[in-house]
């Protein structure tokens, strides 16, 4: 079987990683990090993109897999809304850099991608029902189910960071009053809760926000009891920057979950993401699985 390249780019709030993968062994051959020039709005952002994929460019290159911060209408990866970069609500992407590149695309948003790596090969490798959470800037996720990742109706399933926890309740003074998930178990909004915090490891560890702790278990568990009973996850994946330093809270989480749960109740297990590529492997997975099942 002729061997295929497969360039996958993860662009984030604050950087754009880019890696090219062997699709025999998908490990990276070569890797790409720029800055993301969010402020310049989504032109400037794409601009960068295209020089990315022309300086990873194989004769061998058979495809590209984008992930992007926010939402993604499917089948025809036309971005709905990415918060942090202005511009490109609309944008056919997909169809846009295919036309640009000559090469197959997939489209998909970073926190699923992030999830569809992490449950075929990373730390939910073996499991049937894998929800990955990611939480760094905001909040995301993604589910897996039997191995392939599942959308929603229109590519929008899994926004973890959307869904309401308190409504009308941030716990800092803000005009949005949603309440949602982001604004709490988010690294940003952790740092509008503790202010006292100098860099970002003091938000869960050392005694300058030891005081948010306890409400960061507290929340955490209610947002994984909600997944439980409407999922029936066999396991969770936390990745991003802040949802890796929750790896010494997972026990606590668990046991704060025995307080809202029925009796009986079959708990998920709980990980930390086990690859550091996760995020623009799950890209070139995206792609790949589409490929494949062609």
Partial sequence: MTRRHIIAIDIGGTKCIAALYDD?????????????RASEGFSAVLQD??????ELHTDEAAAIGIGVPGFV???????????????AEGTHLQALLEQ???????VGNDSQTFALAEALEGAGKGHDVVVGITMGTGVGGGIV?????????????????????LPGQPPYATDDRRGETEQFLSGTAMKKRCEAAKKPEDLLAGEACAFLHPSIIKEAAWLCTNLTYVLNPSIIVFGGST?????????????????WTLRDTPLPQFAIRKLKDAA??????????????E
């Fill in 280 to 293: 623009t492997r799950g890209a070139a997975l995206l792609v790949m699985n589409e490929i494949d099942n």
């Fill in 145 to 165: 189910i039997d191995g392939k990742l599942f959308e929603g109706s229109s590519g929008c399933a899994g926004e973890l960071g959307h869904t309401l926890l």
């Fill in 243 to 259: 949802g890796r330093a929750l790896e010494s809270y997972l026990p606590a989480i668990h046991t704060e979950m025995l307080q």
């Fill in 49 to 54: 993109v295209l020089r990315l994929i022309e």
């Fill in 100 to 106: 640009k590149t000559g090469l197959r695309v997939s």
């Fill in 24 to 36: 025999d062994h998908r490990t990276p051959i070569r890797q790409l990090t720029i800055q993301t």
């Fill in 73 to 87: 209408k499917q089948p025809d990866g036309i971005i709905l809304r990415l918060p942090n970069i202005p511009g």
